[in-house]
């Protein structure tokens, strides 16, 4: 007979390696042919027994068979074909209506006999079941080593490799992560830093050239700070939370995309809204007159010289440094006990016992061991009861005194830059792009407020 022979393998059950079982699995089969003295092709593929979909291979040998080509099909095991019932029915019919036998190295079944219909459809059942309790051992293995912090998700992110132990540990290209968390922290673009990374010849993890959205995967990825699916210090970290936080909190508060002609940076881009109704307000550009204003709002705020509004901010900015300085001096002469280091750690461990108890839940009802309905009432009560828990880590964490006194030192650090030249006001020194940016980490907004019938304009200026 012409015959297929259909070769695959999703996992190294024998510890011997997928190509080398295979390579035995052809050689089994190719010989069987031989002997009966069948002519075969051979279709083979690594996949999982999931779709049909997902295995082109199987997709190919079944329009194969629909069209008449093989007389049967060869394979080690009935459950080679297919572990998912609802893909076994489909290609028992298929095999069933052309009528093709299914040869393995044990006997042949013939799909227009009864007994052989009934024998393959009970293997594909049990096939099916073993397939689930399969994915559900793994499913449980797998969380239970992110527990216990071990990396069980492929390859390991840019800047760490996998122990013995399954623990990310930090290699040779933690330095080239840690640049770029230094960049982001002291204001340097994206556009800007990708620039740079290219000039130093530094790559990804794969050998390719720097974007703009592979930045923001390694800022906003928490494996750099220690932390791996909700676990804190579950390997060596790359850099410190508190500089994790920071770039994180910039990247994702303010776009720091390259601007277009059509969208010029200006030293207070993002920043300054109508103390009327709240808009944003940009800046125009009058070329026949070579002069830069405030834009006119339409709900009537009106416009302004721009270079007088910008150093009306200059001065606002820099008159701040002595309210951090007194706010610095407050909290070293506080001589009240602080518990916030207890409150911290008590939340965050409730945090992580509610996130485990999400994840058992998961597991509960992948295992059948909850009905749809249990599942979604316990679900909505743990990811309510941790969505009030982060609230409260937010709320302590802003009251930490170590924190404050970090945040206000980083605040003061920003002004001392902005001490300097700006460009647009003094024809050298700070760029737009860079007065932007440290205004941004210094402050929430300026509100602009110049009606009609008003003299003069007022401004005031919302820290952070």
Aim: aromatic letters at 8%.
């Amino acid at each position: 007979m012409k015959v297929a022979i259909y070769l695959r393998r999703s996992r190294d059950e024998e510890n011997l390696g997928i190509d080398e079982v295979l390579r035995v699995h052809e050689h089994t089969l190719v010989n069987l042919c031989k002997q009966q003295g069948h002519t075969f092709e051979i279709y083979k593929e690594i996949a999982s027994s999931s779709t049909i979909e997902n295995r082109p291979e199987m997709v190919r040998l079944l329009e194969s068979i629909k069209a008449g080509e093989y007389q049967a099909v060869v394979v080690m095991d009935i459950d080679r074909l297919s572990r998912n019932e609802y893909d076994s029915s489909e290609i028992k019919k298929i095999l069933h209506d052309t009528g093709t036998l299914i040869i393995t190295p044990y006997r042949i079944y013939d799909l227009a006999r009864d007994d052989d219909s009934l024998l393959v459809g009970i293997n594909s059942l049990i096939a099916s079941q073993e397939y689930k309790m399969i994915h559900k051992r793994m499913s449980r293995a797998k969380n239970f080593c992110k527990q216990q912090g071990q990396w069980v998700d492929g390859i390991p992110p840019l800047g760490f490799d996998k122990g013995k132990d399954k623990k990310l540990n930090p290699n040779d290209a933690a330095a080239d992560v840690r640049y770029i968390f230094d960049s982001i922290v002291s204001g340097i673009t994206i556009p800007s830093l990708i620039r740079e990374l290219d000039r130093l010849h530094i790559r990804t993890r794969e050998g390719s050239k720097w974007h703009y959205n592979a930045i923001l995967r390694i800022v906003n990825n928490p494996v750099y700070k220690g932390e791996l699916h909700g676990v804190v210090d579950a390997h060596d970290q790359i850099v410190m939370p508190s500089v994790w936080e920071k770039a994180n909190q910039i990247v994702n508060t303010y776009s720091f995309k390259a601007p277009r002609s059509k969208n010029r940076i200006y030293p207070t881009t993002g920043l300054v809204y109508c103390g009327n109704c709240g808009k944003v307000q940009g800046v125009n550009y009058h070329p026949h007159i070579d002069k830069y204003y405030v834009k006119v709002c339409r709900c009537g705020n009106r416009t302004y010289y721009y270079n007088t509004v910008l150093e009306l901010v200059r001065r606002e900015v820099l008159k701040h440094k002595e309210t951090i300085l007194e706010a610095i001096s407050l909290i070293d002469t506080e001589t009240e006990i602080d518990d916030t280091k207890f409150k911290l750690e008590a939340i965050r461990k409730a945090i992580q016992k509610t996130e485990r108890a999400l994840e058992k839940i998961q597991i509960q009802w992948e295992e059948d061991e909850l009905t749809l309905p249990q599942f979604k009432k316990r679900k909505a009560k743990r990811t309510e009861e941790l969505e009030h828990l982060k609230v409260e880590l937010e709320a302590i964490e802003k009251d930490n005194p170590e924190d404050k006194r970090q945040s206000l030192e980083e605040h003061l650090k920003v002004i001392e830059e902005l001490f300097g030249k700006w460009a647009f006001l003094d024809g050298l020194g700070l760029s737009n792009e860079e007065v932007n940016r440290r205004l941004h980490l210094l402050i929430g907004g300026i509100i602009w407020t110049y009606p009609k019938g008003s003299d003069t304009p007022t401004l005031r200026v919302v820290y952070k």
